[in-house]
């Protein structure tokens, strides 16, 4: 049977809202989630926080359904950038860093597209299907990630939501699926409210909607997400290093 994972569930400032989605996701069959914190630039929330842990957030953790095992909780820092100079923020000798399992950048413009593809250390390049795409995805900077073992989040809860954002979901999906053919996708919720999460083979149908084959719709909620946590290594002090030499080729772009 497959492990199946969300790799987005967002950080609510409220611990009993949060509860209540990883309890869900585990009722649901997840195996795994990672509670996800933003760093936004336009925001003005450049602060990396220390990421809640486990045992902050449950005195015993919520089973799996169908299996006689807890819930694993990940941690993961997603950077929105429409700046190169906006990646010194993985500079940062904040000791937070060290906590977080899972790297992501959402880049708001191509030039930042191309620079997460190809030189950024990140685990996973974030597409946006809340607005139409304002640069092209091109097959060199795919081909790229894919050879560094980087892997495009999609979320489903944006077309799910509203009727506009499923229009844009289904379009930049297939942008992405038509470079990738499938390849190195995982989908994730975003979901903000346990009603908004789905189960992984209703989530594995989605994907198969936004030009998935059924094989890799299945991969993109388990063994391609399983592949970003062995990507991302659990983060740490090399992690951090590592960071420090990429971001200081980003600054000179």
Known sequence: MAAFVDLNIPHLPEKE???????????????????????????????????????????????VQGKSKPIKILSRLTLVASDP????????????????????????????????????????????VTEKLPFYIKRPSINVAIDRGIYFELLYV???????????????????????????IILSSGAERPLQLRGPYDV?????????????????????CRAVLLHGGGGGPARICKSRGMTVVVSAI
Request: one cysteine or more; proline letters at 5%; aromatic letters at 8%.
């Open 17 to 63: 809202s949060l509860q209540k989605l990883v309890e869900t996701a585990a009722h649901l069959g997840y195996s795994t989630v990672a509670i996800n914190y933003v760093v936004d630039y336009e925001e003005k929330k450049k602060e990396i926080v220390k990421p809640i842990s486990p045992a902050e957030l449950f005195p015993t953790l919520p089973l």
């Open 85 to 128: 100079s906006h990646c010194n923020i993985l500079r940062s000798t904040s000791p937070n860093i060290k906590f977080y399992d899972i790297f992501a950048a959402f880049p708001k413009n191509g030039k930042l597209f191309h620079v997460a593809c190809t030189t950024l250390d990140v685990d996973l390049v974030c597409i946006d």
């Open 158 to 184: 944006p077309a799910i939501k509203d009727s506009t954002m499923r229009r844009y979901t289904v379009s930049n999906a297939l942008s992405l699926m038509q470079i990738c053919r499938g390849k190195n």
């Open 204 to 224: 594995a149908n989605l994907g198969w909607l936004l030009g998935l084959s059924e094989g890799n719709a299945k991969a993109a909620v388990s063994a391609n």
